[in-house]
Each structure stands twice: as C-alpha cells, then as structure tokens.
C-alpha cells in the first residue's frame, strides 16, 4: 500500500497530497527561498510531479517565477505558500510543514554557500545542488 500525506495552505483553501516517499528531504540555504520563506533556511521535501496533487482549490494557486529553476505558487486568499515546481530538476517541493505526518527526515542541506545559518547536524553540505540535479554536485565543511 502506497503511503499518502495531505496538507493545505494556512487558510486551508488549498489542500495538497503526495503519495508515495520524497525523492529527497532536507534543508535548502539559497538567497530565493529564504526571502521566499522569510526565514534562515527552508526545509523541503522533494517529490516527482505525478506524486503531487492539488484536491483542493487550484484555482486560488497563484505562481511567481522569479527564474526559469522555480516556479513558487501560493494561496490568493490567505498567502501561504504551498509548493515549489523545478522543472528543469523535473521535481517538486511540498514544503516538508505542510505535511504534518509525514516523518521528515533530512538527508542534506543545499546551497549551503548561501547560508546565514550554520547547522552542525554532521548531513552532506552541497555547496549548489548534487550533480545529478544539475548542481557541481561539490560538498563543504560544515
């Protein structure tokens, strides 16, 4: 049986669900998502877009593209941010809040060069993203 976490928005206008497990889990440190998120880092959860679905109110999802690498949308009525698209990573980011049951257990920290926040959890430090997503796939000392 397949797993299924479900989540929504802060108003709860849109509800999201994601089935299966993430193909990734940690804690990115770029300059957009911490401005996006307003916080020192944010922690995601990495899905492929088939395991994604909007069951409720797509159409109160908002996007903005600040690159071509994010397409971030959000609920209209109430501001929370919802999901990333990177498409040419052919992934998606549910914010790993937004799936309260899911048992979120990071693997790595990316854009760790970007970072305001030291975090000495003894995870992979990649200074853009690993390779195999498009990034130098080069790790830092924590």
């Known amino acids: 049986m397949s797993e299924h976490h479900t989540g929504g928005c802060f108003c709860g206008v849109v509800q999201v669900e994601v089935e299966g497990k993430p193909e990734a889990m940690g804690y990115c440190h770029c300059e957009s998502c911490r401005h996006w998120s307003a916080g020192p880092v944010n922690a995601f959860t990495l899905w492929k877009p088939e395991a994604v679905r909007i069951t ?8 903005f593209e600040k690159t071509p690498a994010s397409r971030r949308r959000w609920c209209r009525h109430c ?3 919802v999901l990333t698209e990177h498409p040419g990573m ?10 309260p049951d899911l ?3 990071p693997q790595l920290h ?5 970072s305001v926040l030291r975090i000495p959890d003894g995870l992979p430090k990649m200074k853009d993203v690993p390779a195999e ?8 000392e924590e």
Do not use: N
Request: overall charge negative.
């Open 103 to 105: 048992d979120f257990t």
């Open 79 to 81: 501001g929370g941010h």
């Open 56 to 63: 409720r109110g797509e159409d109160a999802l908002e996007s």
């Open 90 to 99: 052919g992934l998606v980011d549910v914010y790993a809040a937004l799936l």
């Open 133 to 140: 997503l498009g990034g130098s796939g080069e790790t830092l």
């Open 110 to 114: 990316v854009h760790y060069q970007e």
